[in-house]
């Protein structure tokens, strides 16, 4: 019944847009229906006992349908406009699906090849343990993807504090992770597209002023909290040998999307665009390994489930008429980092490339780590929750995660203070 409630809920919202039918999309005091809709939606993801995956489902179907019927799509209206646009969004629909499978595959592979249990040898046993691991998931994203650099952490912190993983120390691996890729044109998808559109290498690079400070302002709190939550382990168990097989695996898999993803960008951009090429080398990769090493197969049903979850989140947010963004100026910049938590982050990329007059160092850094303020608001925190489903909480995770939003703050303004904005 409350699923029923909430599928008419969010269809309910269509229905004044009858007055305007015919007359462009509908909105009220200026604001389109659709991000009423979609708030709804958000809402009760975050605060409602109703399943997160058939809510998700149920408002991606009601938006698209209204859109369908009231409001245009940004490639036209009616059948045509819903075609068009999911021609434009199924390529990064499939790479998405693909990678977030394949990854959570090659999480298990990782933590079955037996790495994280050594690693208490090698990490300090007090909260600067938490915190190493945390630089670590950094400096892995930064030429990984952040989603990759996630699962890997997530990994890791299941063994060594014993499955006992504190959700602010859970927003800060994601926020470790997402920090890690701000600055590389190779960490993140945002920043492929900077580079991709002319935006030179250097220009992205400025961001890890604030990346990296961003980081040692959450990662210390968020360290504490997981010391005092569960210790790491202060020593390896005795008798682990390392299965080489599955780092070898783990290896070759990572090698093969990071060139996939070169020469996707430099030169096969095209089959890119016709083809969710990235997401099917990684689970090629992974089915041609699978003599060597069987994947954990049972990991599937439950990434497949957040999988789908995201892709519903990701698909409406793409419906939203986000037609225009702030003045480029370090306060619009500033606010696109907090848009980012909610929306999803490559067509704000995309807007702001189109719109021009950026600091693309500012632009990327609020691309990339705001979206950590929310588990929802970046696909490494959608694929780091599908491991961990208790952290799929708004409220719990902006009350144990506060550290990230700070972070945020801080890191922006100390990059504003050393380097100033510089548009381009």
């Not at 400070?213 to 997981?226: E, G, K, N, S, Y």
């Amino acid at each position: 019944m409350r699923f029923r409630t909430a599928l008419l809920g969010a269809a309910a919202l269509a229905l004044p847009a009858t007055a305007w039918a015919g007359a462009g999309a509908p909105a009220l005091a200026g604001v389109p229906l659709e991000f009423f809709a979609f708030a709804v939606v958000l809402g009760m993801v975050a605060f409602s006992h109703v399943s997160t995956l058939r809510t998700a489902l149920a408002g991606a179907a009601a938006i698209s349908l209204y859109k369908l019927l009231y409001s245009p799509f940004a490639e036209g209206a009616g059948a045509a406009g819903l075609l068009a646009h999911l021609g434009q969004e199924w390529v990064g629909l499939g790479n998405l699906l693909g990678l977030l499978l394949g990854f959570a595959l090659l999480a298990g592979h990782f933590e079955q090849s037996r790495i994280p249990a050594l690693l208490p040898k090698y990490l300090p046993d007090d909260w600067k343990g938490p915190l190493a691991l945390l630089i670590l998931v950094f400096l892995i994203s930064s030429f990984l993807d952040n989603i990759a650099a996630a699962m890997i952490g997530g990994a890791i912190a299941h063994t060594v504090f014993r499955g006992k993983v504190h959700i602010g120390y859970l927003a800060a691996i994601v926020a470790a992770s997402n920090a890690g890729g701000a600055g590389s044109v190779v960490g993140d998808t945002t920043t492929t597209m900077l580079w991709l559109a002319g935006v030179a290498p250097g220009e992205v690079l400025r961001a890890y002023v604030a990346a990296g400070t961003a980081l040692l302002v959450c990662a210390v709190p968020a360290a504490r909290q997981q010391h005092a939550h569960c210790p790491i382990l202060k020593e390896a168990p005795a008798g682990i040998r390392v299965d080489w097989a599955r780092v070898a695996i783990v290896v070759a898999v990572l090698g093969l999307a990071i060139g996939a993803n070169v020469l996707l960008n430099l030169r096969f951009k095209a089959w890119g665009a016709l083809f969710p090429v990235l997401g099917a080398v990684v689970l090629g990769a992974l089915l041609l390994t699978a003599p060597l090493r069987r994947p954990d197969w049972r990991a599937l049903p439950g990434a497949l489930r957040g999988a789908v979850f995201l892709l519903a989140l990701v698909w409406t947010a793409s419906l939203m008429p986000v037609e225009a963004l702030p003045p480029a100026s370090w306060g619009g910049a500033l606010a696109i980092g907090f848009v980012s938590a909610i929306f999803d982050n490559i067509p704000l990329t995309a807007l702001a490339l189109k719109q021009g007059g950026f600091d693309w160092g500012f632009l990327a850094y609020a691309v990339g780590f705001g979206g950590s303020m929310l588990w929802f608001g970046s696909s490494a925190g959608v694929a780091l929750t599908g491991m961990y489903p208790q952290a799929r909480s708004v409220s719990l995770w902006l009350r144990h995660g506060w550290h990230v939003a700070l972070a945020y703050v801080v890191g922006f303004f100390v990059m504003l203070a050393l380097l100033g904005w510089q548009p381009h």
